[in-house]
């Protein structure tokens, strides 16, 4: 009924689109979408395949390989993206996860069709009474439906809150959360914020 007196609008401006959830031309053409070549083990993108060192995989990954064995990330986040990303994390414009999602899917697509399950990243509880929703649930929910996997939205526990990691750069972000979300008897770790 609204879709009727509001036409859907860009992700990203107020430019009529087709369907809610998508992108218009101009927009499109200015999101920087990743794509391979890529680092096999943290999916930054190369410019090209031969950036990467043996295996495929980037210098920074080489000198100290990260706790995760393998990462892909849908965008690069540049101020397109966060456009999309801002108004999702802080805005509580929650339908944008339906957006996200099939971009996730096709980023990750490697890692899903090996995945069994899907675990977000949890928010302490103290962050999720002031935001309200978990984001990173949101989207491991839409991914989990279109990838056709379980999601066990409860298999880590933020122990620790951290403080916001919008503005931080890459090594106070690691700190940060290092040790942060674990399973019950904090065996299992990740990161994210
Ligand atoms: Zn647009
Ligand atoms: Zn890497």
Redesign the pocket.
């Known amino acids: 009924m609204l879709d009727l007196l509001l036409p859907p609008q860009?992700?990203?401006?107020d430019?009529p689109v087709e369907a809610p959830g998508r992108?218009?031309a101009?927009?499109f053409r200015i999101t920087g979408f990743v794509t391979e070549p890529a680092c096999a083990r943290c999916g930054v993108p190369f410019a090209v395949a031969a950036q990467g060192g043996p295996h495929g995989v980037c210098p920074a990954c080489q000198e100290r390989p990260p706790e995760f064995f393998r990462a892909r990330a849908a965008l690069r986040y540049d101020a397109q993206a966060r456009r999309v990303v801002l108004p999702f994390k802080h805005g509580d414009r929650v339908e944008i996860a339906a957006a996200l999602a099939p971009l996730m899917a096709r980023a990750g697509a490697a890692l899903l069709a090996e995945a069994d399950v899907l675990v977000p990243v949890p928010l302490h509880r103290s962050r999720l009474f002031t935001r309200r929703y978990n984001q990173a649930a949101l989207l491991a929910g839409a991914l989990a439906r279109l990838a056709r996997l379980p999601l066990l939205p409860d298999a880590l526990i933020r122990h620790r809150a951290t403080a916001s990691l919008g503005e931080r750069g890459v090594a106070a972000r690691a700190a940060e959360v290092a040790g942060a979300p674990g399973g019950p008897d904090r065996a299992a770790g990740a990161a994210g914020g």
């Open positions: 860009c992700l990203t401006c430019a992108f218009c101009p927009c």
